[in-house]
Each structure stands twice: as structure tokens, then as C-alpha cells.
């Protein structure tokens, strides 16, 4: 049996580059780097959902972490995840490894390292200040709000793994990193 009992949570885009937000694409259909480089070195991958194209579809705009703050996204956060988590935690009970959860850094569903940040929302015509709006956006070092949830989830049942994300404008050097920070 060659199976080696490990695997990754994956973000959904980094499979199907498709459920991104339009016009951010990097890639024609998924991350070939970072999805080869896991495989090749023996991790399975299970594909996270993309609650923002649930939740608002695949002509949405591109949000910040506020505007998905709030009960009904964390809701259907959980309502997604919940069967993953019940995979995983079958895999985890006959002695599988979860090695990683791995997401992108700037979404507010996804981000890791950091999400985004600012005064989004509301009208965006002429005379909404548009401008300022714009000017707000920034950084915050603090997870995506699905991953928030996701990492609330395994820590009810117990479940400890590393929570990294990729760089996907470098797919070559951050699969390489990714690799070395999974055999840590
Ligand atoms: S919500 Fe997550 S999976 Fe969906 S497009 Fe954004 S980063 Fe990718």
C-alpha cells in the first residue's frame, strides 16, 4: 500500500482559479507549481470551499474583511466546512496526518499571514468619496474570516496543524517554501 496518511487543506482558488474575483487571476486554471510541488512530495490535497462565491456569487467585487465580518457569512462559513471537518476528522482518527491548512494571504475569506483591511462599502458613484474609500485599504495581520472559522472548527476537535499560505505572483519560490515549511 503506498498510500503515506498526508494531506493539506487547500484554498479553493489555488485548484480552480476560476472562483477568484474577476481580473485577479494569475493563472489560466489553478496554481500548477504549488499543486505539482505537493503532490510530488506525497501530500494529498482536499480543496476548501470558496464561501465568498457561495455567498455573493462569481460576478461579486472584491471585499474587505469587514464587510464579511458578520454573522451570516461566519454561518455559512460552518455550514461548508462542516462535512470537510468530518472528513478530516475520520482521516485524523485512523492516524492520518493533516499537515497544513494553506491560504492566501490578502483575501478576507483566506488570508493567513494577513487579510485586508478598510472603509469599504456603500455606494461608489460620483459623490460617495470613492476616493477615500480607496486610500483606506491596507494591510491587517489577522486571518480571513473562513479561516477564522475553519480554525475555530479544529480546534474543537482537537486537531493541531500549521497554517500557511502561498504567494501566488511566485509560484516557483513559494512552492519550495511551502515544501520545507510542511516538513518542519
Ligand atoms: S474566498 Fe478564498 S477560495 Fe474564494 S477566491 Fe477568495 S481566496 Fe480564493
Known amino acids: 500500500m503506498k498510500r503515506n496518511k498526508k494531506m493539506v487543506l487547500l484554498a479553493h482558488c489555488l485548484l480552480n482559479i476560476n472562483a ?49 465580518n458578520f454573522p451570516g457569512f461566519r454561518a455559512k462559513s460552518h455550514e ?36 485586508c483591511t478598510g ?9 460617495y468619496d ?7 485599504l491596507d494591510k491587517l495581520s489577522e486571518y480571513g474570516v473562513m479561516m477564522e472559522v475553519l480554525k475555530e472548527m479544529l480546534d474543537e476537535i482537537g486537531i493541531v496543524t500549521k497554517y500557511l499560505s502561498v504567494d501566488e505572483c511566485d509560484p516557483e519560490a513559494t512552492s519550495q517554501e511551502l515544501i520545507i515549511k510542511l516538513s518542519e
Not at 505537493?38 to 462569481?58: A, D, H, K, R, T
Not at 462599502?121 to 460620483?126: A, V
Open 80 to 115: 461548508l466546512l462542516k462535512p470537510i471537518v468530518g472528513q478530516v476528522l475520520d482521516f485524523h482518527q485512523n492516524g492520518y496526518e493533516i499537515s497544513a491548512v494553506i491560504g492566501l494571504d490578502g483575501s478576507p475569506s483566506c488570508g493567513i499571514n494577513y487579510t
Open 20 to 68: 477568484k474575483v474577476y481580473g485577479i487571476a494569475t493563472e489560466p486554471a489553478g496554481c500548477m507549481k504549488i499543486i505539482s510541488g505537493l503532490l510530488e512530495n506525497g501530500y494529498g490535497i482536499i480543496q476548501l470551499p470558496c464561501v465568498e462565491q457561495s455567498c455573493f456569487g462569481i460576478k461579486r467585487w472584491g471585499q474587505v474583511k469587514e464587510q464579511i
Open 119 to 127: 472603509n469599504w462599502g456603500g455606494e461608489i458613484g460620483d459623490g
Open 130 to 136: 470613492i476616493q477615500s474609500k480607496i486610500d483606506s
